[in-house]
């Protein structure tokens, strides 16, 4: 009986970590190990801060302009080339930094998330974080090849299509229409 009273207990609190973890769909949000293990993984890891002294092994950046017009004017236009310039691709997943708790990372996550089909997460720790968990900052941030990509801002009405949906045929294009419709 004495066994039961005590695994009762824990038993209940972590039924109640389960259904907490179940309401939050995806694992936008990443502590240190998290983010090293999607970066070991293949994530890109993108650096959101204006002058950053250090940075994540590897990590990206884009033109501070061309990331404000984004989020205070959701110029896609200006994102696209910024993004692509700097070779992050977004059907990768990546891991969005900046300093601890950075509410221009959290803003860029939330808003890629209806943009990017790769998983867009936030290191909310950013480089402060890692850097207090014992792991190493480099001195530059990485370089990659330019990315082309198109990025489809999501409408909030009418029909939902694929970017290249205007160079298929009419019955593939019903197509996709009827698969949208049955998704929701």
Same mark, same amino acid.
């Given at each position: ?64 302009? !061309? ?18 310039? !700097? ?39 950013? !480089? ?44 593939? !294009? ?11």
């Amino acid at each position: 009986m004495t066994t039961i009273k005590r695994t009762l207990p824990a038993a209940v609190l972590a039924a109640l970590a389960l259904l907490a973890a179940a309401g939050t769909a995806r694992a936008d949000n990443l502590a240190a190990p998290a983010a090293e293990a999607a970066l070991a993984h293949g994530a890109l890891a993108w650096d959101v801060r204006e002058q950053p002294a250090a940075a994540l092994p590897g990590a990206l950046r884009i033109d501070p302009a !061309a990331l404000t017009a984004w989020l205070e004017r959701h110029d896609l236009v200006a994102l696209r080339g910024a993004v692509s310039a !700097a070779g992050l691709d977004l059907s990768r997943d990546i891991v969005v930094y900046g300093d601890a708790g950075d509410p221009r990372a959290q803003a860029l996550v939330e808003s890629l998330q209806a943009l990017s089909p790769g998983q867009v997460h936030w290191f909310v720790g950013g !480089a402060a974080e890692w850097a207090m968990s014992g792991r190493e900052l480099r001195a530059t941030t990485g370089s990659r090849l330019p990315v082309p990509q198109w990025l489809v801002s999501p409408v909030a009405e009418g029909p939902k299509t694929m970017a290249a949906a205007a160079l298929r045929s009419p019955a593939l !294009a019903e197509a996709d229409q009827a698969l949208v419709a049955s998704a929701r």
